[in-house]
């Protein structure tokens, strides 16, 4: 049986690696040069959570009852929760090899608060609260990691903030702790499987797009000349730190969990149900009052939202919600009329505003956890969706809940170096599905795919 290892960047596009940066990071362009690489589609939706999850179970959001950061509590209006390991409704990887008594270690796959118990190690992801004692499996370790990095570990950092200059210093940081942590850890002993979470690239290129990408509305090179370069520097460097000790004959896999790009601004999901009348408020509100906060007249209220790189919308459904005024046998045509609606909205330009909207009983094998009614995306991902009110407008410049340059995007990266392939061995490959990577790298290891997988097995990563 091979062993495995999978390095996570997390956000990544492909545009970044293989073009703009293309023969500037000396290791990764050596992996490159050595590996199969192209574009990974990833989830619906394209966020890190469910994505991780995804490509280490290979099964869809549906399947696992993963939607996003934050999941609604069903018969609430206002209750909600993060995601945890044991929320997952499929075995991820490090799970399945521990039941067959391989070794695994993993640093940092979300959802990964706490760490679940594993036959190995597993460092908390960036949901870990900082200062968390329990913050790492077995619990015994988390002060043997500390001692040799000599300092606290690191889960994640403010980026949403002016301070940019002090975003950077603490990404730059994060970055160095990360891949010193991952070397420490690869080397205690001959892992099964190592799988390893850089969260950096995400908060970067959040903190940081509008500097370098003249696709941006608001491009500003002046501010910071030359970050991108500077920023992924420090990741190739980690990375050239882990590959000096990286067993030559296993197999390795770099992959982001989905894309980045500018964000165009937000679209107020909350103020347009309000101004369309699916919501109702009993008073008006400060601009960026979370719906929690606001005085909603739910017995008056059809449909209310979550913002973040989609709307969660919710119905309020008579006998399911509180105070329900929506009968089930009306969601279809509620779905219609919202539809409708929406194609009446312009972007701040004048032109059409386009959007999808979808609905997890159709786009999943099956619909476990607490899902949304109906997920819908505005610019093909270019506008978040802001759950605040108070704003009377429909469309925001910035991010809601901060500064924030980028949003998501339906391409990240794969790129699989088989063991000991020389120079000049690697390529391009076609588009790969997230769904897929599971099964793949069962195959690759030598072990058997369950039948229940939805994803297939990628051929061509064979060599």
Same mark, same amino acid.
């Given at each position: ?113 706490? =760490? ?12 870990? =609260? ?299 490959? =076609? ?33």
């Amino acid at each position: 049986m091979r062993r495995l290892a999978v390095l996570g960047l997390d956000s990544v596009p492909p545009s970044l690696l293989f073009d703009r940066l293309s023969g500037k990071l000396p290791h990764l362009s050596s992996l490159l040069r050595r590996g199969r690489y192209g574009a990974l589609r990833t989830c619906d939706p394209p966020i890190t959570v469910p994505a991780w999850a995804v490509l280490f179970t290979g099964a869809d959001p549906g399947e696992l009852g993963l939607y996003g950061f934050r999941h609604r509590r069903a018969g609430s209006y206002a209750d909600y929760y993060t995601p945890t390991p044991a929320s997952l409704r499929r075995p991820p990887l490090w799970e399945m090899l521990s039941r067959r008594g391989l070794r695994v270690a993993v640093v940092g796959m979300p959802p990964g608060y706490p =760490p679940p118990a594993v036959n190995g190690v597993y460092v908390g992801d960036f949901f870990t =609260p900082e200062g968390a004692m329990d913050s790492v499996h077995p619990p015994s370790a988390r002060a043997r990691y500390e001692s040799a990095l000599g300092e606290p570990l690191r889960f994640d950092l403010p980026f949403r903030k002016e301070d940019r200059e002090g975003v950077f210093r603490g990404l730059l940081a994060l970055e160095r702790q990360r891949w010193a942590l991952a070397r420490e850890i690869y080397q205690e002993e001959r892992w099964d499987l190592f799988a390893v979470h850089d969260i950096a690239p995400d908060r970067f290129h959040h903190a940081f797009w509008k500097f370098f990408d003249p696709h941006h509305p608001r491009y500003d090179p002046r501010a910071f000349p030359g970050v991108l370069e500077q920023f992924y520097a420090a990741v190739d460097e980690g990375v050239g730190r882990l590959l000096e000790v990286l067993d030559p004959e296993s197999e390795l896999l770099l992959a982001s969990d989905h894309g980045s790009k500018a964000m165009a601004g937000c679209f107020c999901t909350n103020e347009w149900l309000r101004d369309r009348g699916y919501l109702t408020l009993r008073e008006d509100v400060p601009a960026g009052t979370p719906l929690e906060s606001s005085p909603v007249d739910w017995t008056r209220t059809r449909v209310w939202g979550a913002g973040g790189y989609y709307a969660r919308l919710f119905f309020n459904v008579v006998g399911r919600e509180p105070q329900g005024v929506v009968p089930p046998s009306q969601i279809p045509s509620l779905v219609s009329e919202l539809a409708q609606d929406l194609t009446q909205v312009r972007s701040p330009n004048g032109s059409p505003l386009p959007f999808r909207l979808v609905d997890p009983h159709t786009a999943y094998r099956s619909v476990q956890g607490d899902a949304p009614d109906l997920m819908a995306y505005f610019g093909d991902l270019d506008y978040r969706s802001a759950g605040t009110l108070g704003h009377h407008r429909w469309f925001l410049e910035e991010n809601d809940t901060g500064p924030d340059d980028a949003v998501h995007d339906w391409n990240g990266f794969y790129l699989h170096v088989p063991p000991s392939a020389p120079e000049g061995s690697g390529g391009p490959g =076609p588009q790969e599905s997230i769904l897929d990577v599971a099964p793949t790298l069962l195959d690759l290891m030598g072990l058997p795919i369950p039948p229940t997988m939805q994803g297939r097995k990628i051929e061509g990563w064979r060599r």
